[in-house]
């Protein structure tokens, strides 16, 4: 039983390090199956997923729930690596003299069900705004992909700079990342309101806020094995309650809580006369009970939140595009790119919980959060950046990593079919037309050659468009030279089209076996 | 070390110049062009008909071997195309074998250590991967270096060019001893052909000025910057349209030739014809022969032709 809580604390640190790993990746250094059973055990993306296919993460799901009617809330302990941040923090908060023991203070069950029911009504209703903001896992690969990423950038490249010194180039740096102020506010604000209530309050965050905290609460309370306090030999000391970060245990009345417990066992751990148990319940003789609970900051929370809960409109998102040409540059732009497998704007932004995996792995850099491009909904939901980078025809990598299924996994045939949007193509801003020049920066970098060069005045070539085999990927947009606006950009399919494959035909000689040379 | 080691050898170099050191590191800076070109048998050798190792070999060997160009204890960059994440077959970048091949005769020839780099397009550890040549090249003991981001690249002017005047070249190539471009030849929407000149792109950071203001006349420009050492057109699979990325393997010709001159403008002019095209349309040909990089008069060269 005393070893209860040096297990956890292996596992706990471990999924820590792994999962916060996996957002500051920027070498993909973590095989994708890896990062996939990773990702599977981490209920909310697992939940979202789940519901929009069924694949191997189910089990994940599965596994959970499993986990948790069996032996309560160890997932928040030990897999939740948001938890473990918390518990960081509370291991520095417990140096300070004031916050070294905690205090009964029973969960405000009521408001915690509450946003969990507001959250799931919300999400089915197909606004994922809510959920983003309070749910863990998104939130934890936010805090580490806006901004861990950069300090590992920087470290990266001082030591690919040392390593460069003794005339080496085993470590290459990394690209840095623009880092916009609006992105990185969300992901401070959530770290400073979790780091605040984790020091002062310990796992007030689980038992409040966090909707998966309040769905496991509920499995746990006819979990299998529980918490209890043995009556007979627990000698009122007292120690458990000073040390249960989540207050649910009430020493004085030997009351355990055991829906708002997140199985940490520091109780077990630290009562010098096993006065606690951790049993299966046909073995309990003591049924846990519901304690006092403190009413005043309850009434308070709820009033805070629902006045949160009404300024936020679920919905809102994009409109279809209407025929890319008709529409004036800067209208037709507001529209934001998903990814290949997002399958619609729709889809993406209803599912995806913005929690900048995909962010993290892209090779070409080309996934950027977003601010408002997907409405006020789908704030820091990625979007495709041509400004920045365009999207590697062969690679799938975002669809295969995504945790929420908000980009299903395609196949790389099967991406080159997919059309995320259109190019569109300013004849007069062109640099053959407007300086009668040489370019086809756009053709050269076009993967299917929706883009091609045809004879134009004299030796010149000019770009034409054939949008029936155009993937979208913003190949043609990124490299075009002109000023201020590219003179070929892409506009977003709001629902996702099949473009046809490229048109292939045989050259009339494929073996030049000639051995004449013509000069 | 590396780049400290250029600046101090460059200030060296203004006050001892024609000492051994500075000549054998840094003679590319003040040879004259085509001044090395004089004492080869040939000024251009074209080789058919073999795998692209083979003609390699062949080739060389009519010029004198590749000893005539790397000395004992030099440093080296062999710069091939491999811009793009396309298989071998797909004649989008240089062929593997061929760059293997000229790395393992540079080591032979008593390099001190050879790099291999270039300036993708795609995804950088995607093409260097499935180019084929990451693993051929290393294979072979040369290092590849990366490109991809801006800190590699050192400002550099080019004195002679009409437009361009300035470009961010690659550490690798002014650090280094000796540099062999190995382009690809193949079809290219808007340098026409992409050869040797047209290779350079790979050694600086932005192409987007270029692309921006006259393509044809930048290129020409950066010709005039640093002439390679030497100059292995791989012309084994050639793509004949939809360049240069294309779009699948039906693009393709198998050819199975080979260019190898010191002569930038000598070698694309004579891919040009080996082609199909009349050099006289690849507007940077003519540019860089009005900038004297070279010569386009092939019927007045030295050329050894050789068909396996």
């Known amino acids: 039983m005393q070893s209860l809580k040096k297990i956890r604390v292996v596992v706990s640190l471990l999924f820590f390090f792994l999962l916060s790993f996996l957002f500051v990746d920027l070498w993909n250094v973590v095989p994708v199956p890896v990062s996939n059973v990773l990702v599977s055990i981490q209920l909310v993306p697992s939940i979202t997923k789940t519901l929009t296919l069924l694949t191997a993460t189910s089990f994940g799901l599965l596994f959970v729930v499993l986990l948790t009617l069996l032996f309560g809330r160890v997932y928040c302990s030990s897999i939740c690596p948001l938890g473990t941040l918390q518990d960081l923090v509370i291991r520095v908060a417990g140096r300070n003299r004031k916050h070294r023991w905690f205090r009964y203070s029973g969960a405000p069950v009521a408001l915690h069900y509450a946003i969990l029911a507001v959250v799931a009504i919300a999400f089915l209703g197909g606004s994922t705004l809510l959920l983003n903001l309070v749910e863990p896992f998104s939130n934890h690969g936010r805090i580490f992909s806006t901004l861990v990423s950069p300090i590992v950038v920087l470290l990266n490249n001082a030591v690919a700079w040392l390593l460069g010194q003794f005339g080496t180039y085993s470590l290459p740096t990394l690209a840095i990342r623009s880092v916009v102020i609006g992105v990185t506010f969300l992901p401070l604000a959530f770290l400073a309101v979790v780091v605040y209530l984790s020091y002062n309050y310990g796992r007030l965050f689980c038992n409040s806020l966090c909707p998966a905290g309040a769905l496991l609460a509920i499995l746990s309370r006819v979990s299998l094995f529980k918490i209890v306090i043995d009556e007979e030999t627990c000698t009122e000391c007292k120690l458990c309650e000073k040390v249960c970060k989540a207050r649910c245990i009430q020493a004085d009345t030997k009351r355990l809580d055991f829906d708002a417990c997140v199985s940490c066992f520091n109780c077990i751990d630290v009562c010098p006369s096993v006065g606690l148990k951790y049993e299966a319940l046909w073995k309990n003789k003591i049924s846990p009970k519901p304690a006092e609970v403190d009413t005043g900051r309850r009434t308070f929370m709820n009033a805070a939140v629902t006045s949160l809960l009404a300024a936020v409109v679920p919905g809102s998102t994009s409109q279809d595009t209407t025929a890319a040409s008709a529409l004036s540059f800067d209208e037709s732009r507001r529209h934001p790119i998903a990814p290949p497998g997002a399958i619609s704007i729709e889809h993406f932004s209803s599912l995806c919980t913005a929690c900048h995996l995909c962010v993290t792995v892209c090779p070409t850099q080309v996934l950027y959060p977003s601010l408002l491009e997907y409405g006020v909904a789908g704030i820091l939901q990625p979007k495709m950046n041509y400004a920045a980078s365009y999207c590697n025809y062969d690679c799938i990598l975002c669809t295969e990593i995504c945790p929420s299924g908000a980009i299903l996994p395609v196949t790389a045939a099967a991406k080159k079919e997919i059309q995320i949007g259109k190019s569109v193509f300013v004849k007069e801003d062109c640099v053959v037309v407007s300086k009668k020049k040489a370019c086809a920066a756009c053709a050269e970098h076009c993967p299917t050659k929706a883009v091609r060069m045809v004879p134009y005045e004299g030796n010149l070539m000019i770009p034409e468009l054939n949008n029936e085999i155009c993937v979208g990927c913003g190949a043609c947009e990124y490299p075009c030279p002109t000023e201020p606006r590219r003179a070929i950009y892409v506009v977003a399919n709001s629902v996702h089209q099949k473009a046809k494959r490229p048109k292939v035909e045989r050259l009339e000689e494929a073996v030049d076996k000639s051995k004449e040379f013509p000069f | ?308």
């Not at chain 2, 001190?112 to 550890?125: I, K, L, S």
């Not at chain 2, 692309?211 to 004949?240: E, S």
Request: net charge positive.
């Open chain 2, 1 to 308: 070390m590396d780049r400290r080691d250029f600046l101090r050898r460059g200030a060296a170099a203004s006050v001892v110049a024609g000492s051994y050191v500075v000549c054998g590191g840094y003679d590319w800076l003040i040879s004259e062009p085509g001044g090395r070109a004089a004492s080869l048998p040939f000024d251009l050798v074209a080789v058919r008909g073999g795998e692209p190792d083979v003609m390699f070999q062949k080739g060389i060997a009519a010029l004198g071997g590749i000893g005539v160009f790397v000395k004992k204890g030099q440093k080296v960059v062999v710069k091939p195309n491999m811009g793009w994440d396309v298989p071998p077959e797909r004649g989008g970048n240089t062929n593997p074998k061929l760059m293997a091949e000229i790395v393992r005769q540079c080591l032979g020839a008593g390099a001190r250590e050879v790099y291999v780099f270039d300036h993708t397009c795609d995804n950088w550890q995607r093409c260097y991967r499935n180019s084929g040549i990451e693993a051929a090249v290393k294979e072979a003991g040369a290092k590849v270096a990366p490109a991809h981001t801006e800190g590699y690249f050192h400002n550099v002017s080019i004195p002679a060019g009409k437009v361009l005047k300035r470009a961010k070249e690659h550490e690798l190539v002014l650090e280094s001893d000796v540099f062999i471009n190995v382009p690809i030849l193949k079809n290219h929407g808007g340098s026409r052909l992409t050869v040797s000149m047209k290779n350079l792109m790979g050694n600086v950071w932005d192409r987007r000025f270029w692309h921006g203001n006259d393509l044809h006349q930048c290129i020409a420009d950066f010709a005039t910057f640093r002439r390679p050492t030497l100059n292995v057109v791989d012309a084994y699979y050639v793509m004949k349209r939809n360049g240069p990325r294309g779009v699948s393997v039906e693009d393709v010709v198998t050819m199975k030739a080979q260019l190898i001159s010191t002569d930038m403008v000598a070698v694309d002019t004579a891919a040009a014809r080996l082609f199909g095209m009349n050099p006289k349309d690849v507007d940077h040909i003519q540019f860089a022969a009005d900038h004297k990089v070279g010569r386009m008069d092939l019927e007045n060269l030295k050329i050894e032709r050789i068909a396996i």
